[in-house]
């Protein structure tokens, strides 16, 4: 049980190239977030999907778009990176509504130069 | 979902107990306290959570005031493994996305 895993662990992208981050889990949950950390912040939620075939927006979506093909896993994409993109990128994943852990990835280090 | 105020950092004696204070004065009667924690640079791990009544488990225990507006998170024998920085989190329990709302939480540091 590898819990929830994220690749890759560290990218360094050009202003203007695309990247996707894969984040998969083996815990059979309906429900996978996208957070993003910035130095000295807290985590704030791009994407969030309820069950496979879903996406929804959250806190800051612009610049970013996800697919849930399959419940296991959670594709977030950059399309044309940014610098403001710079961030520390965490999956988490959690059984559904009421549930009361989430389950986070290590991470990805991003930097968009 | 209600909002939090933590102390930005404390430090804590190796052994001791380490004593994580959290104020939600505007919580809602449905609404869990929730404790996270972030070691380094790694992903958050959930701690802790509860209503009403004080909770304990493997990792800690959390004192839930009567009114219910304040909260403190107690590590009950601070190992420099628990230097990390706590989230206290306040939400409902039955919520749409279900999200959890992350501020920038106490960093606390245990010292030898």
């Known amino acids: 049980n590898a819990g929830v895993t994220q690749t890759p662990k560290f990218r360094v992208l050009k202003t203007g190239q695309s990247m996707t981050l894969l984040c998969a889990q083996d815990m059979n949950h309906e429900y996978m977030y996208w957070y993003r950390q910035d130095p000295g912040m807290g985590l704030r939620l791009i994407h969030y999907s309820v069950g496979e075939g879903t996406t929804a927006k959250g806190e800051v979506p612009d610049g970013y778009n996800v697919s849930r093909l399959k419940k296991q896993n959670f594709l977030l994409g950059l399309e044309s990176a940014a610098p403001s993109q710079t961030s520390v990128y965490f999956c988490?994943?959690?059984f559904g509504t009421g549930a009361y852990e989430q389950y986070f990835g290590p991470g990805t280090r991003l930097t968009v130069t | 979902d209600a909002k939090t105020t933590q102390p930005p950092s404390m430090d804590c004696a190796e052994g001791r107990a380490a004593n994580l204070p959290c104020n939600h004065s505007t919580i809602s009667g449905n609404e869990y306290v929730y404790w996270y924690r972030q070691i380094h640079s790694q992903g958050p791990q959930y701690i802790i959570h509860g209503l009403k009544n004080n909770e304990t488990n493997e990792m800690a225990s959390l004192i839930i005031t009567e009114d219910r507006k304040s909260s403190t998170l107690i590590l009950p024998h601070a190992t420099l493994r628990d230097t990390a920085v706590y989230y206290c989190i306040v939400r409902a329990r039955q919520t749409g996305a279900n999200n959890l709302f992350f501020g920038t939480g106490t960093r606390l540091t245990v010292i030898p």
């Open positions: 988490a994943s959690t």
